[in-house]
């Protein structure tokens, strides 16, 4: 492929598609990020170390810490406070980190503009069309357009780019409706440092953080069969929302509703969405899917920000040393469709003990989960997830063999 004469656009401008401009232009290849909002949105995740490694690839895991807090190990308890068991959350020597999911986007985005990577907001993206020379015109909702020679969606889980190439895979409700918050001024006992702890309450499941300085993240998952529309999720002011919030850990450990009660703000609610079956193929000329928009998995993997990292770098070292664009594009796909559909099974276990309503499953699960720990999230059995590298440096042909570990 003779990058010097390329050019690429990127729909999306969250976390993969600045990443991907910044990878492709020390690839050699132009790039132009295309975003839909006006103003970034998100709220707070969990980037795992594999995540950040990528990052440290572009010399921006020391702003990350800095902005976040790091995070190497959970710890689960049922509502009562009785332990069920614990793990790592990064490999050995090495820290995840739990932080805001805008500004994490920010120092992306900031970075590609840094560099002279043009970003231009407002751009909804309604068509793209292949052009008879084998380049790519996306057509926006205001009546622009632009031209390249290869269009990379990283526009989520709801891509539209994803619609144009295989209208058949749609993203599904997961079943869980999720918010949380940032709460500063509460006072635990023995807070254990770089732990995120993981509560499976009555009737909802809490999760938080503390940060060395005692600013506190967290988090709220509970099920609803039914999906809300969003006009329904909408009109829920903050104060009747962290009442209801309230009402759904009245059974559990007190502390929660203390965490609850006196948080700085509460999210918005929102749904997880995935994709239960990935797009038959991630390209379709010079179209292809990064992120989400090939492989959307629970929020409870912990990995999608990372998988739509390592996507990033992946698929700009294809480009790079792949002469031959479809070859490209076609090693990308097969070294990332194995390891992000075992991550989607990763969220979907993850997701699993959230479900418990009844007395006697959540009997089930306080026995059970102790001994699925034990065999399934001990350090051996997630090195997997959290060892796995990009090496940019190596040329593809020569680094093959550790991609597709």
Not at 114 to 139: C, M, N
Not at 265 to 294: C, I, K, M, N, R
Not at 337 to 348: I, K, L, S
Request: proline share 5%; net charge neutral.
């Amino acid at each position: 492929m003779d990058t010097q004469k390329r050019k690429a656009l990127i729909i999306g401008c969250g976390i993969a598609g600045p990443a991907v401009a910044l990878f492709l232009k020390r690839a050699g290849i132009e790039a132009e990020i295309y975003e839909a909002r006006e103003t970034p949105e998100g709220y707070a995740l969990s980037l795992s170390c594999n995540g950040v490694n990528v990052l440290k690839t572009l010399g921006l895991d020391g702003p990350v810490f800095a902005e976040g807090s790091a995070v190497s190990r959970w710890m689960m308890w049922n509502g009562k406070g009785k332990r069920l068991g614990g793990g790592v959350l990064a490999g050995a020597g090495m820290k995840s980190v739990f932080i805001k999911r805008v500004p994490l986007g920010l120092l992306l985005s900031d970075e590609a503009e840094r560099q002279g990577i043009r970003t231009l907001l407002g751009k909804k993206l309604q068509h793209a069309e292949v052009t008879s020379a084998g380049g790519v015109v996306a057509s926006f909702e205001d009546g622009t357009t632009a031209s390249g020679d290869l269009l990379i969606a990283c526009d989520g889980v709801h891509s539209r780019v994803r619609q144009l190439i295989d209208p058949t895979v749609r993203p599904a409700y997961s079943g869980l409706v999720n918010t949380g918050g940032f709460t500063s001024g509460v006072s635990l006992a023995n807070v254990i440092p770089e732990t995120i702890h993981f509560i499976a309450g009555k009737h909802a499941f809490f999760g938080y953080h503390v940060s060395p300085t005692g600013y506190m993240y967290w988090f709220v998952n509970y099920p609803q069969a039914q999906e809300p529309t969003r006009e329904a999720l909408s009109v829920s002011a903050e104060e009747e929302r962290r009442q209801h919030l309230l009402d759904l850990f009245r059974d559990d450990q007190p502390f929660i509703r203390e965490v609850i009660g006196k948080a700085e703000t509460t999210f918005p609610y929102f749904l997880s969405y995935e994709l239960p079956t990935q797009p038959g193929s991630w390209h379709q000329g010079p179209v292809v899917l990064v992120g989400d928009a090939a492989h959307a998995i629970s929020p409870s993997s912990g990995q999608g920000a990372s998988m739509a990292l390592e996507d990033a770098a992946v698929l700009a070292k294809c480009l790079r040393d792949t002469p031959d664009l479809e070859q490209a594009l076609v090693t990308y796909e097969h070294l990332r469709r194995e390891r992000t559909a075992r991550m989607y099974a990763v969220g979907r276990r993850g997701d699993s003990g959230k479900f418990a309503s009844t007395l006697m499953q959540r009997w089930v699960r306080d026995l059970t989960t102790p001994i699925f720990l034990t065999l399934f999230a001990n350090p051996k059995a997630s090195d997997w997830m959290y060892s796995y590298q990009v090496d940019w440096e190596t040329p593809l042909e020569a680094q093959a063999a550790t991609l597709l570990a």
